[in-house]
């Protein structure tokens, strides 16, 4: 069965696009078939993983949301790794902060259009698990993110300042559940984790104390080559295999991979 996750937060600087890029990245070199869907206007998921967003050679998810007749398998963009595997993705640019306010245009049921776009691929079991990046802010694009979602995964950076949004967002995300009758659970993801800074320590046992037992074990460690890495537009386990993001991330999918199997 595809598990379907988002990636969701409306605070920027929290590592949801860099989780999204290794965490999709590490699914597929642990022998997951594995499609990464950029529903973020600004489109870094697939500048992530050194992909020109602007070619227009690219159907996009753009094209995938607002055209009737094109399918998933028509936006596939393939990256390959080193090791001899690959990974699919569906880029985005900035094209698709127009389809935030045309989709009630076109569609009746605007909200359900990636739900129905991705059944067939569903239906054909085409992928282990389907990634999808979400854009910060929780409108049109968000909600056709959450609709097909068995899990929102929430990146909450280590300092105070997370905090603030946290419960909103969860609060958010529970409210949609009610509002649109569907089920997904919610777990929160420590990241920018500073071992020995009491700030971290502080902020991991509020968020601990917040989620129980919704909190992935898995703390994405702060790590420069993380950053490196997206800058050089290839993702962690590409970058750099002896690096604390490398062993997070990769931590971080076996983890994943086992939820998927509960």
């Not at 640019?93 to 935030?100: F, I, R």
């Amino acid at each position: 069965m595809t598990k379907i996750i988002s990636i969701a937060n409306q605070k920027g600087g929290v590592g949801k696009t860099v989780t999204a890029v290794n965490l999709s990245s590490f699914l597929s070199i642990l022998g997951k078939k594995t499609l990464l869907i950029d529903m973020d206007p600004q489109g870094h998921s697939g500048i992530g993983l050194g992909l020109n967003i602007d070619d227009p050679e690219y159907k996009t998810t753009y094209h995938l949301l607002m055209n009737k007749d094109i399918t998933v398998d028509d936006c596939i963009t393939e990256v390959e790794f080193e090791d001899g595997s690959h990974m699919d993705i569906i880029i985005s640019n900035t094209h698709l902060s127009y389809a935030e306010r045309e989709l009630e245009k076109v569609y009746r049921s605007p909200l359900q259009i990636l739900k129905k776009k991705l059944k067939s691929v569903i239906d054909s079991s085409s992928y282990d698990f389907i990634i999808i990046d979400c854009p910060p802010s929780l409108g049109n694009l968000a909600m056709n993110a959450f609709l097909p979602s068995n899990l929102v995964i929430i990146p909450i950076s280590t300092s105070f300042f997370s905090l603030q949004g946290m419960e909103k967002i969860v609060r958010t995300l529970k409210d949609v559940m009610e509002e649109l009758e569907i089920e997904f659970d919610i777990f929160g993801l420590l990241t920018r984790f500073r071992k020995n800074q009491n700030v971290s320590h502080q902020v991991e046992m509020t968020v601990k104390n917040y989620f129980k037992d919704h909190l992935l074990k898995t703390a994405i460690r702060e790590n420069i080559d993380i950053e490196k890495a997206i800058g050089e537009g290839m993702p962690i386990c590409e970058y750099s295999k002896s690096s604390n993001g490398f062993i997070d991330y990769k931590r971080l999918a076996m983890e994943i991979i086992n939820y998927g199997n509960n």
